[in-house]
Nanobody, 125 residues
C-alpha cells in the first residue's frame, strides 16, 4: 500500500520561497503510470491542484501558478518536491502530495487519489 508523507516548514515569510518534500513508500515514483501531484486547500476553500510529475519525469503545472512553481524528483530517495516562490498570505493552506493513475488538473475530490496527511503552511511575518 502506497504511503506519502509531506515535510517542510510550517511558517514562511512573505516574498520567500516555500519548499516541500513528499516521501513515497510502497511504490516507486518511476514505475507504472502514476502521476505525483501537489494539491493545496486554503482555509474555507476547495482543493486546488498545483502541479504534477509523472513516472517518466514529465512535469505539469497549473497555468496560473506556473511562473512561481517548480517541482522535481529524487529517484534515489523516492521523493518529489515543490517550490513556490514569492509567497503571499494567500498561499496559506494545507499542502498535500497525492498519487493518481492519470493526469487530473481540475475538479479534485478526496476520492481521486492516494493522499499524504497534509502539512499546514502559513505565510506571515
Amino acid at each position: 500500500q502506497v504511503q506519502l508523507q509531506e515535510s517542510g516548514p510550517g511558517l514562511v515569510k512573505p516574498s520567500q520561497t516555500l519548499s516541500l518534500t513528499c516521501t513515497v513508500s510502497g511504490d516507486s515514483i518511476t514505475s507504472g503510470y502514476a502521476h505525483w501531484n501537489w494539491i493545496r486547500q486554503p482555509p474555507g476553500k476547495g482543493l486546488e491542484w498545483m502541479g504534477a510529475i509523472d513516472n517518466s519525469g514529465s512535469i505539469y503545472y497549473k497555468p496560473s501558478l506556473k511562473s512561481r512553481t517548480s517541482t522535481s524528483r529524487d529517484t534515489y530517495k523516492n521523493q518529489f518536491t515543490l517550490q513556490l516562490s514569492f509567497v503571499t498570505p494567500e498561499d496559506t493552506a494545507i499542502y498535500y502530495c497525492a498519487r493518481t493513475s492519470q493526469l487530473k488538473t481540475t475538479g479534485w475530490i478526496r476520492q481521486d487519489a492516494d493522499w499524504g496527511q497534509g502539512t499546514q503552511v502559513s505565510v506571515s511575518t
